[in-house]
């Protein structure tokens, strides 16, 4: 498992929830590290995405209210969800660009997390 995400759950509307996403010790370097969400019967949308530099990009329906960071010590990425919507439930998947090493070597890849489901209802 080259990326294990973790922080979903159950929260009322207006709470919040952090969602993290580490690489593996396979990782040699990351470029960026992305969040993406998900809802049954949709396609996947991207949330956030930071690099080396900081926050790249942010979904129009999450400015303002979301917070993507990186801890490149760690090749953790955090996502802090404030002032949650129901509009916010799905799953949410993380993902990383980056040399990792694989089978002998080093090579560029990109990697999926599982999934972690996040839910918003009173």
């Known amino acids: 498992v080259q990326l294990q995400a973790s922080g979903g759950g159950l929260v009322q509307p207006g709470g919040s929830l952090k969602l993290s996403c580490t690489a593996s010790?396979?990782?040699?370097?990351?470029?960026?590290m992305g969040w993406y969400r998900q809802v049954t019967g949709q396609q996947r949308e991207l949330v956030a995405v930071?690099?080396?530099?900081?926050?790249?990009y942010y979904a129009d329906s999450v400015k303002g209210r979301f917070t993507i960071s990186r801890d490149n010590a760690k090749n953790t990425a955090y996502l802090q969800m404030n002032d949650l919507k129901p509009e916010d439930t799905a799953v949410y998947y993380c993902n990383a660009g980056g040399t990792w090493w694989t089978n002998g070597y080093y090579a560029a890849g990109r990697y999926w997390g599982q999934g972690t489901q996040v839910t918003v209802s009173s």
């Open positions: 930071v690099s080396d530099g900081g926050p790249m």
């Open positions: 010790r396979s990782v040699a370097s990351i470029n960026d």
